[in-house]
């Protein structure tokens, strides 16, 4: 399997705002999601969402974080809002094949890219 390739981050202060984006055909059937790493530390799923469009978020991101895919496009994204110094991390897509949630997203059948980082100011 080929990874994902990510884009879309960058640096900001708390509270602002980024997109971050990957994509690929290989996954349009897969349960897809965004896990993130701070150097250090496992890595830590945050959001998923099925072929269907059902979604499953961490606690900590919910209301914050919107996970969405476009099929047509093969395209995964993660608009982030009211972002927090805890946000930064590497951020990385995955695609899994079966149970979908924000933690089966942690073993991808996709394997890991080289992710996007994110980091914000206090």
């Known amino acids: 399997q080929v990874p994902m390739v990510e884009s879309g981050g960058g640096s900001v202060q708390a509270g602002g705002s980024l997109k971050l984006s990957c994509g690929s055909s290989e996954y349009s059937r897969y349960c897809l999601g965004w896990v993130r790493q701070v150097a250090g530390k496992p890595r830590e799923g945050i959001a998923a969402?099925?072929?269907?469009?059902?979604?499953s978020y961490r606690d900590s991101v919910e209301g914050r974080f919107t996970i969405s895919r476009d099929s047509a496009k093969n395209t995964l994204t993660l608009e982030m809002n009211s972002l927090r110094p805890d946000d930064s991390a590497v951020y990385y897509c995955s695609a899994v094949w079966g149970l979908c949630d924000y933690v089966t997203i942690l073993q991808p059948r996709s394997g890991w890219g080289q992710g996007t980082q994110v980091t914000v100011s206090a």
């Open positions: 969402i099925s072929e269907t469009g059902r979604t």
